[in-house]
Protein backbone atom coordinates (compact mmCIF):
# COMPACT_ATOMS: atom_id res chain seq x y z
CA UNK A 1 0.00 0.00 0.00
CA UNK A 2 1.49 3.33 -1.09
CA UNK A 3 1.23 6.32 0.70
CA UNK A 4 -1.60 7.88 -1.27
CA UNK A 5 -3.72 5.06 -0.63
CA UNK A 6 -2.60 5.04 3.28
CA UNK A 7 -4.01 8.53 3.24
CA UNK A 8 -7.56 7.89 1.29
CA UNK A 9 -8.32 5.37 3.58
CA UNK A 10 -7.88 6.57 6.80
CA UNK A 11 -9.20 10.12 6.07
CA UNK A 12 -12.66 9.46 7.41
CA UNK A 13 -10.58 9.52 10.96
CA UNK A 14 -8.10 12.15 9.65
CA UNK A 15 -9.56 14.47 12.00
CA UNK A 16 -8.49 12.49 15.23
CA UNK A 17 -5.37 11.63 14.23
CA UNK A 18 -4.32 14.78 12.32
CA UNK A 19 -5.60 17.96 14.19
CA UNK A 20 -6.30 20.82 12.13
CA UNK A 21 -4.18 23.26 13.66
CA UNK A 22 -1.10 21.50 13.54
CA UNK A 23 0.69 21.57 9.80
CA UNK A 24 1.94 18.80 7.84
CA UNK A 25 5.11 18.90 10.00
CA UNK A 26 3.94 18.98 12.79
CA UNK A 27 4.04 22.05 14.27
CA UNK A 28 1.42 24.61 15.09
CA UNK A 29 1.00 27.06 11.87
CA UNK A 30 1.66 30.62 12.58
CA UNK A 31 -1.16 33.03 10.96
CA UNK A 32 -1.08 36.86 10.99
CA UNK A 33 -4.02 38.02 12.68
CA UNK A 34 -5.46 41.31 14.23
CA UNK A 35 -5.23 41.56 18.09
CA UNK A 36 -8.53 39.79 18.74
CA UNK A 37 -10.70 40.96 20.91
CA UNK A 38 -10.43 43.89 18.50
CA UNK A 39 -9.18 47.20 19.50
CA UNK A 40 -8.75 50.90 18.77
CA UNK A 41 -5.27 51.79 18.69
CA UNK A 42 -4.55 56.02 18.63
CA UNK A 43 -1.12 57.40 17.73
CA UNK A 44 -0.17 59.61 20.91
CA UNK A 45 -0.31 62.57 18.03
CA UNK A 46 -3.60 61.51 17.77
CA UNK A 47 -4.36 61.39 21.00
CA UNK A 48 -2.93 64.74 22.10
CA UNK A 49 -4.79 66.60 19.29
CA UNK A 50 -8.49 65.50 20.34
CA UNK A 51 -7.53 66.29 23.73
CA UNK A 52 -6.73 69.87 22.75
CA UNK A 53 -9.78 69.98 20.73
CA UNK A 54 -11.88 69.09 23.63
CA UNK A 55 -11.00 71.15 25.89
CA UNK A 56 -10.73 74.07 23.13
CA UNK A 57 -14.21 75.40 23.79
CA UNK A 58 -16.68 74.35 26.14
CA UNK A 59 -19.01 72.61 23.45
CA UNK A 60 -18.86 69.47 21.94
CA UNK A 61 -16.74 68.72 18.98
CA UNK A 62 -16.77 65.74 16.19
CA UNK A 63 -14.55 65.05 13.28
CA UNK A 64 -13.25 62.20 11.92
CA UNK A 65 -10.42 59.91 12.67
CA UNK A 66 -7.57 58.81 9.65
CA UNK A 67 -6.42 55.50 9.70
CA UNK A 68 -2.96 54.42 8.97
CA UNK A 69 -2.49 52.68 5.68
CA UNK A 70 -3.21 48.80 6.00
CA UNK A 71 -4.15 49.39 9.74
CA UNK A 72 -7.80 50.62 10.16
CA UNK A 73 -8.04 50.49 13.67
CA UNK A 74 -4.72 52.72 14.18
CA UNK A 75 -5.84 56.07 14.40
CA UNK A 76 -3.23 58.27 13.76
CA UNK A 77 -4.79 61.61 12.49
CA UNK A 78 -8.09 63.58 13.90
CA UNK A 79 -9.44 66.04 11.25
CA UNK A 80 -12.59 68.33 12.54
CA UNK A 81 -14.75 69.13 9.97
CA UNK A 82 -17.27 72.95 9.77
CA UNK A 83 -19.49 72.44 12.27
CA UNK A 84 -22.40 73.70 14.68
CA UNK A 85 -21.91 72.76 18.40
CA UNK A 86 -23.65 72.70 21.49
CA UNK A 87 -23.42 71.28 24.63
CA UNK A 88 -25.12 68.20 23.79
CA UNK A 89 -24.76 67.69 20.02
CA UNK A 90 -22.41 68.67 16.68
CA UNK A 91 -24.16 69.61 13.45
CA UNK A 92 -21.58 69.18 10.65
CA UNK A 93 -21.71 71.62 7.84
CA UNK A 94 -22.66 68.94 4.95
CA UNK A 95 -20.61 70.92 2.30
CA UNK A 96 -17.70 70.65 4.72
CA UNK A 97 -17.96 66.45 4.88
CA UNK A 98 -17.72 66.72 1.06
CA UNK A 99 -14.73 69.01 0.93
CA UNK A 100 -13.20 66.98 3.55
CA UNK A 101 -13.62 63.96 1.27
CA UNK A 102 -12.57 65.28 -1.98
CA UNK A 103 -9.29 66.47 0.13
CA UNK A 104 -8.66 63.08 1.63
CA UNK A 105 -9.13 61.17 -1.83
CA UNK A 106 -6.87 63.85 -3.59
CA UNK A 107 -4.32 62.81 -1.32
CA UNK A 108 -4.80 59.18 -2.38
CA UNK A 109 -6.70 57.66 0.98
CA UNK A 110 -9.41 55.37 0.24
CA UNK A 111 -12.68 56.23 2.20
CA UNK A 112 -11.73 53.22 4.45
CA UNK A 113 -9.24 55.31 5.74
CA UNK A 114 -10.47 58.25 6.38
CA UNK A 115 -14.35 58.33 6.96
CA UNK A 116 -15.08 55.24 8.91
CA UNK A 117 -13.73 56.61 12.18
CA UNK A 118 -16.39 59.14 13.82
CA UNK A 119 -15.16 60.65 16.86
CA UNK A 120 -16.80 63.21 19.16
CA UNK A 121 -16.59 64.51 22.57
CA UNK A 122 -18.80 64.90 25.81
CA UNK A 123 -18.22 67.62 27.99
CA UNK A 124 -19.14 66.05 30.75
CA UNK A 125 -18.20 62.90 32.30
CA UNK A 126 -20.33 60.41 30.54
CA UNK A 127 -18.88 59.21 27.05
CA UNK A 128 -21.67 56.57 26.68
CA UNK A 129 -23.79 57.34 23.54
CA UNK A 130 -26.88 59.02 23.85
CA UNK A 131 -30.03 57.79 21.43
CA UNK A 132 -28.83 60.82 19.23
CA UNK A 133 -25.35 58.66 18.75
CA UNK A 134 -26.69 55.85 18.13
CA UNK A 135 -29.60 56.72 15.56
CA UNK A 136 -26.47 58.66 13.91
CA UNK A 137 -24.16 56.09 13.74
CA UNK A 138 -27.12 53.63 12.56
CA UNK A 139 -28.15 55.80 9.62
CA UNK A 140 -25.16 57.62 8.57
CA UNK A 141 -22.71 54.76 9.19
CA UNK A 142 -24.74 51.97 9.02
CA UNK A 143 -24.49 51.51 5.29
CA UNK A 144 -20.26 51.29 5.70
CA UNK A 145 -19.20 47.65 5.80
CA UNK A 146 -17.87 49.14 9.19
CA UNK A 147 -16.76 51.98 11.10
CA UNK A 148 -16.37 52.75 14.26
CA UNK A 149 -18.05 55.58 17.06
CA UNK A 150 -15.82 57.54 19.45
CA UNK A 151 -16.31 58.96 22.58
CA UNK A 152 -14.35 61.25 24.42
CA UNK A 153 -15.75 62.57 28.01
CA UNK A 154 -14.22 65.66 29.32
CA UNK A 155 -14.11 63.90 32.39
CA UNK A 156 -11.67 61.34 30.62
CA UNK A 157 -13.55 58.32 30.04
CA UNK A 158 -13.77 57.15 26.65
CA UNK A 159 -15.83 54.31 24.49
CA UNK A 160 -15.62 52.54 21.38
CA UNK A 161 -17.71 50.39 19.15
CA UNK A 162 -17.25 48.99 15.83
CA UNK A 163 -20.01 47.79 13.89
CA UNK A 164 -20.07 45.67 11.12
CA UNK A 165 -23.00 45.62 8.19
CA UNK A 166 -21.77 42.44 6.30
CA UNK A 167 -23.44 39.57 6.86
CA UNK A 168 -25.24 39.40 9.62
CA UNK A 169 -23.72 42.15 10.54
CA UNK A 170 -23.28 42.94 14.38
CA UNK A 171 -21.08 45.33 16.80
CA UNK A 172 -18.83 45.39 19.70
CA UNK A 173 -17.62 47.69 22.27
CA UNK A 174 -14.25 47.60 22.00
CA UNK A 175 -11.06 48.85 23.77
CA UNK A 176 -8.99 51.96 23.19
CA UNK A 177 -5.40 52.12 24.18
CA UNK A 178 -2.81 54.94 23.11
CA UNK A 179 -0.48 53.38 20.11
CA UNK A 180 2.73 54.53 21.68
CA UNK A 181 4.69 51.93 19.53
CA UNK A 182 3.67 53.52 16.24
CA UNK A 183 5.57 56.11 14.79
CA UNK A 184 3.86 59.67 15.19
CA UNK A 185 4.82 63.61 15.20
CA UNK A 186 5.21 66.09 17.49
CA UNK A 187 2.24 68.58 18.74
CA UNK A 188 1.41 71.33 16.83
CA UNK A 189 -0.93 73.53 19.26
CA UNK A 190 -0.99 76.70 17.36
CA UNK A 191 -2.08 74.43 14.23
CA UNK A 192 -4.10 72.40 16.49
CA UNK A 193 -5.57 75.94 17.48
CA UNK A 194 -6.47 76.85 13.77
CA UNK A 195 -7.95 74.31 12.88
CA UNK A 196 -10.45 74.58 15.84
CA UNK A 197 -11.03 78.41 15.00
CA UNK A 198 -11.54 77.42 11.46
CA UNK A 199 -14.19 74.48 11.91
CA UNK A 200 -16.20 74.90 15.13
CA UNK A 201 -18.50 77.38 15.53
CA UNK A 202 -20.53 77.35 19.36
CA UNK A 203 -24.52 77.54 18.83
CA UNK A 204 -25.50 79.35 22.14
CA UNK A 205 -24.33 78.95 25.79
CA UNK A 206 -25.14 75.63 27.57
CA UNK A 207 -28.04 77.51 29.61
CA UNK A 208 -29.71 78.55 26.93
CA UNK A 209 -29.65 75.99 24.70
CA UNK A 210 -30.37 73.71 26.72
CA UNK A 211 -34.06 75.46 26.91
CA UNK A 212 -34.50 75.71 22.88
CA UNK A 213 -32.63 72.10 22.24
CA UNK A 214 -34.93 70.69 19.33
CA UNK A 215 -34.26 67.72 16.90
CA UNK A 216 -30.52 68.63 16.35
CA UNK A 217 -29.46 65.87 13.61
CA UNK A 218 -26.13 65.19 13.02
CA UNK A 219 -26.28 65.60 9.40
CA UNK A 220 -29.91 64.86 7.06
CA UNK A 221 -27.88 63.67 4.09
CA UNK A 222 -28.23 60.30 3.20
CA UNK A 223 -24.88 58.34 2.89
CA UNK A 224 -24.74 56.43 -0.17
CA UNK A 225 -21.83 57.92 -0.96
CA UNK A 226 -19.64 57.05 2.27
CA UNK A 227 -19.48 53.15 0.11
CA UNK A 228 -19.45 55.07 -3.49
CA UNK A 229 -15.67 56.59 -4.42
CA UNK A 230 -13.35 53.66 -4.50
CA UNK A 231 -9.62 54.18 -3.67
CA UNK A 232 -7.61 56.65 -5.98
CA UNK A 233 -10.96 58.34 -7.71
CA UNK A 234 -10.51 61.78 -8.83
CA UNK A 235 -11.57 64.62 -7.01
CA UNK A 236 -13.78 65.92 -10.16
CA UNK A 237 -15.35 62.47 -10.85
CA UNK A 238 -16.43 61.77 -7.15
CA UNK A 239 -18.06 65.39 -7.61
CA UNK A 240 -21.31 64.21 -8.77
CA UNK A 241 -21.43 61.87 -5.85
CA UNK A 242 -21.84 63.82 -3.49
CA UNK A 243 -25.09 64.93 -4.33
CA UNK A 244 -26.71 64.85 -0.79
CA UNK A 245 -24.79 68.01 -0.28
CA UNK A 246 -25.54 70.33 -2.34
ZN1 LIG B 1 -22.56 61.92 21.89
Known amino acids: MNSAQVAATERPNSTKRFP ?4 PRGKPRLVHRPPYPPLLRITPYAWAKLLFLRDAGPTEIGGFGISAAGEP ?8 VRQQCD ?14 FDEQVDLG ?21 SMTDEETFARVFGVCDWSVMLILAAGGASYARLQFSAGPGGSVVVPVETAFEAAF ?3 NHTAWQAE ?7 LATPGQQELDRGDD ?16 LPAAETEGRHAPWE
Open 87 to 100: WASVAFDDAAVAEY
Open 109 to 129: RAPAEFGRVWIHTHPGDSASP
Open 196 to 202: YNACVTP
Open 217 to 232: PFWDAPSAWWEASPPG
Open 73 to 80: LLVEDVRL
Open 185 to 187: TAS
Open 20 to 23: AKKS
